[in-house]
């Protein structure tokens, strides 16, 4: 079966002390892994060390950064090199979540920069895409999530696409409470894995593509139940351990 994972993204969320809080508490509820599942934690960058102590010697439990930078290493003050998320043995990044795209103005161009540094570097992206709003009532939304995966993913060999993770996460669904419907999830992300095909033939198989925006405890089972999710990247509700753990044991 095909990788199924549970990603927290705490975005700019707790202080130190709340997030040693919350990974314990999450880490202490009853949640039994299989093989082929994972749970990722996708915290901020001055709680990646911690975090990363904090999971040691749990099976199949990552943690991720939420950004890097495009560049090897040098005068970019302020930013973080994928060298350094080695250094401390993260495994994944989130690379191109739509709040980076929009308030940070990150391209598809440079998110494919990025994708190419974590990818030499043997660190997973958990590549984002999705469309807002105006572009969903117009229904083209298909169109604009396959040109952010063309000029963002398709220059890679298949070798490569198969290292990276999917997560569809449409804009109007992020952080509103207003969730995409499991057919709706399930329409767009098998439309993805088909576009994927076309190019890549069967690493499409491969590759989990994980649904986000409202991911809840009490929609989580619907969602990931669909044969084309698998699994979620969860915002808000990433933050309550009870829901965070419902999340993960939701997976299929
Ligand atoms: P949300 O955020 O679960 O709060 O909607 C998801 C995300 O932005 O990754």
Sequence with gaps: MRKQI??????????LQQAEKLLDD???KPHELKQHQQVVFAVPFPYLQMAQQKIAGKQNVFIAAQNCYSKKSGAY???????????LGISYVIIGHSERREYFHESNELLADKVNICLENNIT???CCGEPLNIRE???QNEYV?????????????E?????VIAYEPIWAIGTGKTATSAQAQEIQA???SVIKDEYNHVSDIIPILYGGSVKGSNAKELFSQPDVDGGLVGGASLNADEFVTIINSLK
Aim: a neutral charge; hydrophobic letters at 45%.
């Design 160 to 164: 490569q696409l198969q290292k990276i």
């Design 191 to 193: 439309h993805l894995r």
């Design 26 to 28: 999450i880490i202490a």
């Design 77 to 87: 003050t302020g930013e973080v090199s994928v060298e350094m998320l080695r250094s």
């Design 6 to 15: 549970a990603a927290a993204n705490w975005k700019m969320n707790l202080t």
């Design 138 to 140: 117009a229904g083209t």
């Design 146 to 158: 396959e040109k952010q995966l063309d000029e963002s993913l398709f220059h890679l060999t298949g």
């Design 125 to 127: 992206p958990i590549f």
